[in-house]
C-alpha cells in the first residue's frame, strides 16, 4: 500500500518526539507498504514566529508572514528526514513547492489548486522515504504561501489524493474523533467511524482535530482518512461515505467554537440588495459569516447580527465603518465574548424534537440562547463564553453521548 502519514504539532514536539515519529514510519515500511510523510511545525513554533512578526508591526505584511511561518514546518521535515537516513532508510525533505503544490495567492489562507506529484513520485520510485512540509505551497509566481492554521491536514490529504494513495492517516495526541473534544468532557467516547459530512460540520463548527477544508477535500477526492495517536497503537477514527456506517445515532457529536465575534448592526437601510453589499464585502476578504439573524423592518431599517472568527473581527469593523461612512447602516456593536456550541448527526434528518432537546439543556442549565442556526445535520446555538464547557457537557449527556 501507498500511505500518507502526518503527525501533528504535538508528535514532533520535540527531537526524542522526532525519533519516535521516525521509528513508527520504519515500522509501517518494514511491514512493506510505501510511505509519504507530511509533518507540522514542532507544537507552539507557529504561534512564536507569528509573536515574532508582530514584534515588529501589528499588521505584518501577509507575503513575509508566510515565508516566515513555512520555515517551521521545513525544520521538522529536514531533521525527521536525517533521522531516517540515519535509521538507514533512504529519504529525502521537500518543500511545498519541491511537492508541487500550487496555491492561490491569498496569502496566510491560500487554497491548493494544483498538485503535481511527479518529485514525490520519482522520490517513491527511487525506495525513499518522502518527508514534505505541510501548511505551505506556492503561488503560479513560485512566491511561498501558507494554508491556513491547522493546513498541515490539508497537505496531507490533497497530496494523497494526488498519489492516489490508499490512505491517509492524520497522527495526532488523540486516539481518534471523540463525541466532543476530550479536555472539556472526559467521558466523550471514541467513534470507530463518522462520515464525510458530520466531520465536516464538527470541524467548520470548533472541532479543530482536523482542519475542515481537508475533510471537504477528503469527501471530494474520496481518500480514506484515519484519525490516530501517534503516541499509542490504538485504532483510530475512520472518516468515511455515509452508507459505510452501519449505526447512525441522532447526533454524533457536539462541536466548541470560543473564536467567534458577534458583529450587531444596527439602523440598517432597508432595501433591496444592501444585505447582498454587506456580506459580498466581507466574502471579498474571505471572512466566514456563521450565524445570520435579521430582524423585522421598523422605520425603513432593519438589524442584521451575525458572527464572525474572532481573527477576523478587525478587518470585519473596517468594513462595516465603510458602510456607516455611506449612511446605509446608522451604528455598530461587537462582542467578544461570545461562543458556538453545536450538535451534528446526519441521523437528525429523520428525527423530529433535536432543536427542542438541545433547548431544554440550555435551559436546565439557565444558559441564555442569543442565536440559533439550525441545518439538516446541525443546530448551533450562540452563548456567552463563559458557559462554553458547561453546555458542552450539557448537550453530551442530553443526547447520552457518554452511554
Ligand atoms: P495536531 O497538532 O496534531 O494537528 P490539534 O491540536 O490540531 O493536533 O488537534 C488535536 C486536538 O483536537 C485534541 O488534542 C483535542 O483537544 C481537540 N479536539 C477537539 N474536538 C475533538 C474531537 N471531537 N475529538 C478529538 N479531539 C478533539
Ligand atoms: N503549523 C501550522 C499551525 O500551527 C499548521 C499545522 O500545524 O497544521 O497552524
Ligand atoms: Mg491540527
Sequence with gaps: MLIVQKFGGTSVGDLERI???????????????????????????TNKLISYAEHFSAT??????????????????????IALNEMGHPSVAMTGRQAGIVTTSRHTKARIENIDPSSMQKGIDAGKIVVVAGFQGVNEEGIVTTLGRGGSDLSAVAIAGALKADLCEIYTDVDGIYTTDPRIEPKAKKLERISYEEMLELASLGAKVLQNRSVEMAKKLNVNLVTRSSFSEAEGTLITKEENIMEQPVVSGVALDRNQARVSLVGVTDRPGIAAEIFNALAAEEI?????????????????????????????????????????????????????VSIVGVGMKSHAGVAAKAFSAMATENINIRMISTSEIKVSMVIE??????????????FELDK
Design 19 to 45: 525519533q519516535n515519529v521516525a521509528n513508527r514510519v520504519q515500522k509501517t515500511v518494514n511491514e512493506g507498504h510505501q510511505v509519504v510523510v507530511v509533518v507540522s511545525a514542532m507544537s507552539g513554533e
Design 288 to 340: 466566514n459569516v456563521d450565524v445570520i439573524l435579521q430582524t423585522v423592518a421598523h422605520d425603513a431599517t432593519t438589524n442584521i447580527d451575525f458572527t464572525i472568527p474572532t481573527n477576523e473581527l478587525e478587518s470585519a469593523k473596517s468594513i462595516v465603518k465603510g458602510f456607516v461612512q455611506k449612511g446605509e447602516i446608522k451604528s455598530s456593536d461587537y462582542n467578544e465574548s461570545i461562543a458556538k
Design 60 to 81: 505584518p505584511s501577509s507575503a513575509e508572514v508566510d515565508m516566515l511561518l513555512s520555515s517551521g514546518e521545513r525544520v521538522t521535515a529536514a531533521l525527521l528526514s
Design 385 to 398: 463564553d463563559k458557559y462554553s464547557e458547561l453546555a458542552v457537557r450539557a448537550l453530551h449527556s442530553a
